[in-house]
């Protein structure tokens, strides 16, 4: 059973500065990697997807890297503003199988 | 275009009434998911369908819980009866396929007292 680790559950930087968030599975067999932002109240928007093929993917100031080998994937986030203030989210899909299974998130906030 | 769009963005009710959340997906999405959040458990899926069919429904709790997609543009989540441990943010999603991302309902905030 696929099991995704977000570390660490919260996270509290200065703006301006730049960030990583961690994400971690148990197996290694994936079909595709999503980060995703959520925002309270609200649901979720999906920031990048990256293919089990692929390495990375960036979207303007986001990052996101994947490493299948080693079972983790980082997204990095460069000059962060307050806007950027959420619970950021990854979840994996595993081959033939179009679920997602989430990990806890990490919530993130940016100190102005 | 309109996101997924979710009906009652919040829903208070008592113990053993009969709940029915609704989600109209992204037009053109052949995939529809149905999800749940919880401080416990985090972010669950129930049950997901594919061009209007439940393809695997092995996250609905129990036989309380029961989904239908009567066609592409809409589909219902009811649990009857209701029970406290239900109460929970649930969520609806579609995308167009598996390598295409989620797209997510501002989700419905369930109480069940």
């Known amino acids: 059973k696929q099991e995704v680790t977000q570390i660490p559950a919260a996270l509290s930087v200065p703006e301006g500065e730049n960030l990583v968030l961690n994400c971690s599975f148990t197996d290694s067999a994936i079909y595709n990697l999503q980060w995703f932002r959520q925002d309270p109240g609200k649901g979720l928007t999906s920031l990048l997807l990256i293919q089990s093929s692929q390495r990375e993917q960036t979207s303007g100031r986001l990052n996101a890297s994947l490493d299948k080998s080693s079972g983790r994937s980082t997204l990095y986030i460069a000059a962060s503003q307050p806007g950027d203030s959420a619970t950021y989210l990854c979840?994996?899909?595993?081959?033939?199988?179009?679920?997602?299974?989430f990990g806890t998130g990490t919530r993130l906030t940016i100190i102005p | 275009d309109a996101g997924v769009i979710q009906s009652p963005r919040h829903e208070v009710t008592e113990m053993g009434q009969e709940v029915t959340l609704r989600c109209k997906p992204i037009?053109?999405?052949?995939?529809l998911f149905w999800y749940r959040q919880t401080m416990m458990r985090g972010l669950e899926l129930l049950i997901y369908?594919?061009?209007?069919?439940?393809?695997?429904d092995s996250g609905m709790p129990e036989d309380r819980f029961s989904a239908k997609m009567p066609n592409a543009s809409f589909s219902t989540l009811k649990i009857q009866p209701s029970e406290p441990r239900d109460s929970a943010v649930y969520f609806c999603?579609?995308?167009?396929?598996?390598?295409?991302?989620?797209?997510f309902g501002d989700g419905t905030r369930l109480s069940i007292l």
């Open positions: 369908f594919n061009n209007n069919v439940p393809i695997d």
């Open positions: 037009s053109g999405h052949d995939y």
């Open positions: 979840a994996v899909s595993n081959f033939g199988n179009e679920k997602l299974t």
């Open positions: 999603a579609s995308t167009r396929g598996p390598v295409q991302p989620q797209h």
